[in-house]
């Protein structure tokens, strides 16, 4: 089920998988994450993986990069990028938020990567049950 944001597009895949799709050219900011992160309280009860679909070109502040992907119900979070460069943009935010440890992949959306991404998150749900 697609729903819109001010600053995205989130896809509920599943009961447990959402994707989201930020807007071309925006800035996230603390605003943003928190409209994100109430939606998420709104739409899911229980532990949840995130698929980042990076297909437009954004950024975050410096606030929003130290709180993001902060929910504690967020087991897992795959990635999908277009462009060299957001690889060297997703290294320097998981350098900057090492000492969270999140289990986060990259894939490149060229090679399959939306489901391959999709899958290795399903994958990361059933360890959650066995």
């Known amino acids: 089920m697609k729903h819109q944001l001010s600053f995205a597009t989130v896809n509920v895949l599943s009961d447990c998988i959402v994707e989201i799709i930020i807007a071309d050219g925006i800035e ?3 605003e943003m994450l ?5 939606f ?3 739409q899911l009860s229980d532990n949840f993986v995130l698929l980042i679909n990076k ?9 929003a990069k130290m709180t993001m992907a902060s929910n504690e119900k967020l087991v897992a979070i795959a ?4 462009k060299d460069e957001d690889q060297k943009i997703i290294d320097d935010v998981m ?3 090492a000492i969270d440890d ?7 959306a060229l090679d399959l990567g939306w489901q391959q991404g999709y899958d290795w ?4 749900l059933d360890l959650l049950v066995t």
């Open 121 to 124: 998150l399903q994958a990361e």
């Open 34 to 38: 928190d409209e994100f992160d109430d």
């Open 79 to 82: 990635v999908i990028v277009y």
């Open 102 to 108: 999140w289990n986060l992949k990259v894939f490149p």
């Open 28 to 30: 996230v900011s603390m």
């Open 55 to 63: 297909v437009n070109s954004y950024s975050y502040t410096f606030e």
């Open 40 to 42: 998420i309280s709104l």
């Open 95 to 97: 350098s900057l938020r």
